[in-house]
Structures are given as structure tokens and as C-alpha cells.
């Protein structure tokens, strides 16, 4: 059996600088890139694939930390997961089939080259592989399946194909069964002979006992060659000289049935080293691509192939050649970094680079901002330093967006986050006169500075009616202590509710706190003075002492002597008036008195106290 053993003693790669720039110029994309990924996002197939995917990383995420690293059965069941999703992608897509296909065979290949145990041989595993991912196998069975009546002739291209293809994603059975639909001779009966006992292929390489059986196999398919059995029947002689790894039909085969090199790359191992160790791989796979002079031209010329790489297994920088694509590479490296293997460590940075870009990538571009900032806060500080700054230039759509943001800012400490969507939302709001909503936003956060300045502009753009019916401030304890300006709108409605409700006792208290306290808003002690004015009159009844109204005189002392230069006549006729209001109430309290007494003007009839709102 092969030893992978290669794998894991391999030298720890390093993330190149290319790599490292390259990753760090994506942040800052032109506008013609952003407007491309904009379009591939937009794609439906591509949102369900970036959905489905995300669910798989999430359960990623959630074993590692629960668990550490994974075991290897624990990452092979996510790889297959994540495959699984590329599977599906590919066989309900419309538009990018050959792609998606594509993305299969790679993962399927990763899988089977970094994540699994290494108790197979690999050709068996290459094998497998074939089976699972050249769907292009399944299609020319299917082509012939419909097109075909009960008995197929000799000359049939269909027929030949589906038997080729068959045989190329050596599929055994399947091309075994074909060949009992063609009209029976001699050479067709010895090759199904040959083909049935493929079945015990997996038990020949996989016990290094029995390896050279299928040595001794092929020994014998030559035999019967050089013995002429297969020449009354030229197709089947095509498919011999195929199975025992003759050259030239290779190469007739290389470029007339398959569309990727790698198409060949499990047959050609199998007919020309089935017991080859890991080492072999990268020389095979030169070999499979030389089948083809076109190809191997091509290659020649861009040397990014991922498929290659991978062969070659020299070190893991074919995960640079991925990028172009932004799902594979990112779920490849984390789920290789998070199974702790050797080789894994130096993958570190890459993912970090990976996960930011593409979660920059989501929410930038695809309105799929909620998975993009999953990804984002995955890589730490930085990760999070970059949701932080794309989370606060989202455009809101509306409450239930904001909504979202709020809960995901706060799920991962996003401060600049939280004050940036406070401060709009309080704003839209207060724009709309909501201003219950707009006080519910700045409470949102505890930044007094911020709640300072959406609280002033409430209490300048509010009326005393709509200040009134602040209902949020009966549900609230200490958060009126975040800040100055908040105290005050709290008391100030608390003055304007007893005011509403003809409570000019309570209204008075509170009113009188007010006007002496330093929470006034700058400019705002005219308002207050015109309440003032109101509960002093003669009609209105109150009780109060004489400390009191001591205090208030004394403040309106030092407050006209201290704005004496920014105060108006008319203005300045108001204080004017309340001294001489207060002054003249003192008189008719007793000096000692430190009971509350009534403001009533003697012999008035007092009235109900009724709001000016």
C-alpha cells in the first residue's frame, strides 16, 4: 500500500510575499473589480452556494472550538459536506455546470490527498474519485441509454463512447454491463471476462500481499493481445491496448474524449503504476499531461493549475493559484488548518488574509453582509477591526436592518459600530419627530457623549406635549445617570406628565429642581422661566418653603449678573419679574417657617392648574 507519510513530514511552507500582497491589494479593489463581484454575488446560484456553504463553516467552527482540532473523521465528514454543496450547485445549475464541476473534482481531490487517513492505496482513492466526479461518465451512459435501441451495433458511436467513457472513469461494472448489450462475439465475451474480475481491484492494491495481481492481470490481457483474441473486433481492441497502458491509444484517447488532463490522470495511473506511492504522482501527472501536445503547450505557458499542484505535492502553494475563485480557497485552508496536522500550522496567516478578504468580499458586494461579518470576526482582532469599519458604511434599509446590525455589533463588541448606527438611527428618527424611537436608539449605547447630543437635539426640536408622552422613561432606572442632558429630558418630562395631569405640587418640585440644577441645557432656562412664571401666578396653588424660594431668587440673582451680556430686554424683563414675584411671596412667609406654605395669592380664587400644551 501507497505510504502518504510524504504529506506529513513534508517542510512547512511559507505564505509567499507575492501571496501576502496580492491578498493585501484585494482589500482595496478598483471600481471595475468591486462592480464584478457585485455581478457574481447577484447571481442566484451563487447566493444559495455562498448560504449553504456558510453553514457548513459555522459547524466548522463551532467542532473546532468545542473539540480543538478535528479529528480526521470529524474534517473528512465537513469536507464531504462541503462538497456536497458543490454537487448540488453543479447538477441544478443553468449557467455555470463546467464550473461548479470543476470545483467538485478539485475539493473531492484535496480530500482525498490532505484530509484522509492514508489506509488505501491511492490509486484505489484516485479510483474513487473518478467514480465520483467525472460526471462526464454518467452523461455519455445516459446519451446512449436514450438514443440506443435493445441491441447495440458494433458501429454505433454512441455506444463506443459510453463504453470508453465508462472505462476512463473506470467504472468497471458499468462498462462490463455495456458491452453485454452489444451483439456478443468472441472478443467481447473474453474482455467482460477480464473486466469482472476488476471487481477485486480495491482488495488487490489495498493488501500489499495481493499487489501483483493486477500486474499479473494486464500480463495476461497482454498475452491474449499477442495472441490476436481481441483483432476481430477493432473497438475492443482500442479498449485493451487501453487497459494495458499502450501509448499511442492513450494518446487517441487524450485528445478526443476527454475536455481536462486530469480526466485521465486515475486510468493512467492505474494502467501504468497502480502501486505507485505518493512520490510518483507528480511525474504521472507530467506524463498524463504530455498525452496531449496541446495541453501540455498550454500548461507550459500558465503554470497555475491546481490540479497539478496537488499532484505534485512538493508543498501547498497551489492554494495560490485558487484565488480567482472566492469560496474554495477560504473553506480548503480553514478546514486544512483546523485538523492540526504538520504541514497545517504555516497556514495560519493565509486563512486569516482568506477569511477577511472574502468576508470583505460579502459584505461589500453581496448584500449578504450577516455571513461576510461571521466570517470577518473568525480571524480575531483584525478580522474584527475590518467588520467594525464595513459594518458602519452599510446603507440602512430599514428598522428590522438596523435591528440586525445592533444585535451583531453587540454579539461581537463592534463599538464603532454601535455609536456610528445610533447616532443615524436617532437622527432618522428624530427627522421623522419619532422621538420615543430616537431616544430608544441613543439608549442603545453608553457613550454619555453621544447620548448628550441626541438628547439636546430632542429637547430643542420635542414640544412640551410630545416630551410629555416619553413613556420609555417610566421603564427606566439608572440609565438616566449615562449623562447630563438625559437626567434632565428625564425630570423635565416627569415636570411636564404632573403638569399634564394638574398635580401643581409635584409639577413645582420638580420645576424648581430644574431651574437651579447644572444639567440646563445651554439656552433652555428661557423655557424654564416661562414654566416658572406660570406656577407663580395668582391663580395657581402651591405649596412650597421658604428655602425654596430663597434658592430660586438667589439663582436668578446670580444667573442675570452672570448673562447679564448674552440676556435680551425682553429677556431681562422676564427675571426681572420673577424677583419681584419671589420677593413679594417671601414677605408673606415667616422668617423661621420651614413649612411648606400655599402661593395663593390671599383672598384669589385658585384654579385647576392647566398645561399651556
Not at 169 to 184: I, P
Not at 372 to 388: P, T
Not at 588 to 602: I, K, M
Request: charged share 25%.
Amino acid at each position: 500500500m501507497a505510504n502518504r507519510s510524504r504529506i506529513l513530514d513534508s517542510k512547512p511552507v511559507k505564505m509567499t510575499a507575492s501571496v501576502q500582497k496580492e491578498l493585501a491589494q484585494q482589500l482595496n479593489r478598483t471600481e471595475d473589480e468591486a462592480a464584478k463581484y457585485r455581478m457574481l454575488f447577484a447571481d442566484s446560484e451563487v447566493r444559495k452556494l455562498v448560504v449553504e456553504m456558510h453553514a457548513v463553516f459555522q459547524d466548522c467552527c463551532k467542532v473546532s472550538k468545542t473539540e480543538g482540532k478535528l479529528s480526521t473523521d470529524a474534517a473528512l465528514e465537513l469536507s464531504r459536506s462541503y462538497r456536497s454543496v458543490l454537487l448540488a450547485t453543479a447538477q441544478s445549475s443553468d449557467r455555470g455546470r463546467d464550473q461548479y464541476i470543476r470545483e467538485f473534482a478539485l475539493w473531492t481531490l484535496f480530500e482525498i490527498m490532505f484530509l484522509r487517513k492514508g489506509d488505501t492505496a491511492i490509486t484505489v482513492d484516485l479510483v474513487e474519485w473518478a467514480s465520483q466526479c467525472f460526471l462526464f461518465v454518467n452523461e455519455a451512459v445516459n446519451r446512449f441509454a436514450q438514443e440506443s435501441e435493445d441491441i447495440a451495433s458494433p458501429s454505433d458511436a454512441a455506444f463506443w463512447k459510453a463504453v470508453v467513457c465508462s472505462l476512463l472513469g473506470c467504472r468497471f461494472e458499468t462498462c462490463a454491463n455495456l458491452l453485454k448489450q452489444c451483439q456478443s462475439d468472441h472478443a467481447v465475451r473474453l474482455l467482460i471476462e477480464y473486466l469482472d474480475k476488476l471487481e477485486f481491484l480495491p482488495l488487490w492494491l489495498n493488501d500489499d500481499l495481493k499487489s501483483e495481481k493486477f500486474t499479473q492481470w494486464q500480463e495476461n490481457l497482454r498475452r491474449d493481445i499477442r495472441a490476436k483474441q481481441f483483432d476481430v473486433n477493432p473497438n475492443i481492441q482500442f479498449i485493451v491496448h487501453m487497459l494495458v497502458g499502450e501509448e499511442e491509444t492513450l494518446c487517441r484517447m487524450a485528445d478526443q474524449l476527454t475536455s481536462e488532463w486530469w480526466h485521465m490522470m486515475p486510468f493512467y495511473v492505474l494502467v501504468k503504476n497502480a502501486t505507485a506511492s505518493f512520490n510518483a504522482l507528480g511525474p504521472l501527472a507530467d506524463e498524463c499531461i504530455a498525452l496531449s501536445q496541446t495541453r501540455q503547450a498550454k500548461l507550459a505557458d500558465d503554470q497555475t493549475d491546481p490540479f497539478l499542484s496537488i499532484f505534485h505535492v512538493s508543498d501547498l502553494t497551489f492554494l495560490e493559484n485558487i484565488f480567482a475563485n472566492p469560496w474554495m480557497s477560504v473553506h480548503l485552508v480553514d478546514l486544512l488548518l483546523n485538523t492540526g496536522s504538520e504541514f497545517s500550522a504555516p497556514l495560519a496567516d493565509l486563512r486569516d488574509f482568506l477569511l477577511i478578504d472574502y468576508g470583505s468580499c460579502l459584505t461589500n458586494y453581496s448584500g449578504l453582509w450577516e455571513i461576510g461579518v461571521e466570517y470577518l470576526v473568525e480571524c480575531a482582532e483584525e478580522g474584527r477591526k475590518q467588520a467594525d469599519k464595513l459594518m458602519q458604511q452599510l446603507s440602512i434599509e430599514d428598522e428590522l436592518m438596523a435591528e440586525k446590525i445592533y444585535r451583531i455589533a453587540t454579539e461581537y463588541c463592534l463599538k464603532d459600530t454601535i455609536k456610528c448606527l445610533v447616532k443615524s438611527m436617532s437622527d432618522k428618527h428624530i427627522g421623522s419627530k419619532e422621538w420615543a424611537s430616537a431616544l430608544g436608539w441613543a439608549l442603545r449605547t453608553d457613550e454619555s457623549k453621544l447620548i448628550d447630543g441626541i438628547v439636546l437635539k430632542i429637547i430643542w426640536a420635542a414640544t412640551d406635549k410630545e416630551i410629555s408622552m416619553f413613556e420609555i422613561f417610566d421603564q427606566l432606572e439608572d440609565a438616566i445617570c449615562y449623562c447630563p442632558s438625559l437626567h434632565f429630558l428625564y425630570n423635565y418630562y416627569f415636570y411636564l406628565k404632573s403638569l399634564h395631569k394638574g398635580d401643581a405640587n409635584k409639577a413645582s418640585k420638580v420645576l424648581f429642581d430644574l431651574i437651579i440644577s447644572p444639567e440646563v441645557p445651554p439656552s433652555f432656562h428661557e423655557t424654564l422661566f416661562a414654566h416658572l412664571r406660570m406656577m407663580l401666578s395668582d391663580e395657581i396653588q402651591i405649596n412650597t418653603t421658604r428655602s425654596r424660594l430663597m434658592q430660586l431668587n438667589n439663582f436668578l440673582f446670580r444667573y442675570k449678573s452672570d448673562h447679564r451680556q448674552l440676556l435680551n430686554e425682553d429677556q431681562l424683563s422676564m427675571i426681572k419679574s420673577l424677583s419681584t414675584v419671589l420677593s413679594n411671596r417671601l414677605k408673606s412667609v415667616t422668617e423661621n417657617d420651614s413649612n411648606e406654605v400655599n402661593l395663593a395669592a390671599p383672598g384669589r380664587q385658585t384654579v385647576k392648574l392647566q398645561p399651556h400644551f
